[in-house]
């Protein structure tokens, strides 16, 4: 998170997702759409799974950071999954965690803000590294820039980077951390 959040506004935000959540159930059933309120709930259910699933990666300071980043300003909206999880993994949060917060904060530079801007992140945990999928749709204004920034990530940390697909339009690359 951007700062130091009590539990109160913290459940304040929670609360505020989860009502939102329930107002377009409300809204679809009460226009008798029911199978779209039936996925609104689906989508729901496999949000707070994913974030179970988060929750059972050891690493409290990188599960804070991304389950709160849509709460923050950003020009970037953030859906993540959790694929796989080794339990006994041993990864080093505070690199994990400095490099992804780098990673977005890099893209919110790059991007146009008022687009929509849009990141799903696909997270494999084993015991030795850790697997990112970055899918991104929206507008991004220096791509040039962007692949010089991944090209020179290499050199820092220990890190294998697939790019797949680099567009103005979006991307697609998997980052290896280990």
Same mark, same amino acid.
């Given at each position: 998170m951007s700062g130091n959040w009590s539990v109160v506004e913290a459940l304040r935000h929670a609360r505020h997702d989860w009502m939102n959540d329930l107002q377009l159930i409300k809204g679809n059933l009460d226009l008798n759409r029911v199978d779209k309120a039936k996925q609104i709930i689906e989508e729901m259910v496999l949000k707070a799974q994913n974030e179970s699933k988060l929750s059972s990666l050891k690493l409290p300071n990188f599960i804070e950071w991304i389950m709160t980043y849509n709460w923050g300003k950003h020009s970037i909206q953030l859906e993540f999954e959790v694929l796989h999880i080794d339990s006994g993994h041993h990864l080093e949060e505070k690199v994990l965690l400095k490099w992804c917060q780098t990673f977005l904060n890099k *893209?919110?530079?790059?991007?146009?803000?008022?687009?929509?801007?849009?990141?799903?992140?696909?997270?494999?945990?084993?015991?030795?590294? *850790?697997?990112? *999928?970055?899918?991104?749709?929206? *507008?991004?204004?220096?791509?040039?820039?962007l692949e010089d920034w991944l090209s020179k990530q290499k050199d820092q940390i220990s890190i294998e980077l697939e790019v797949e697909d680099l567009q103005k339009e979006g991307f697609v690359f998997q980052v290896t951390l280990f």
């Open positions: *893209i919110e530079e790059m991007v146009e803000p008022y687009a929509e801007n849009h990141l799903s992140l696909s997270i494999s945990v084993f015991q030795k590294e *850790i697997c990112f *999928i970055f899918d991104f749709t929206g *507008i991004l204004n220096n791509k040039n820039e």
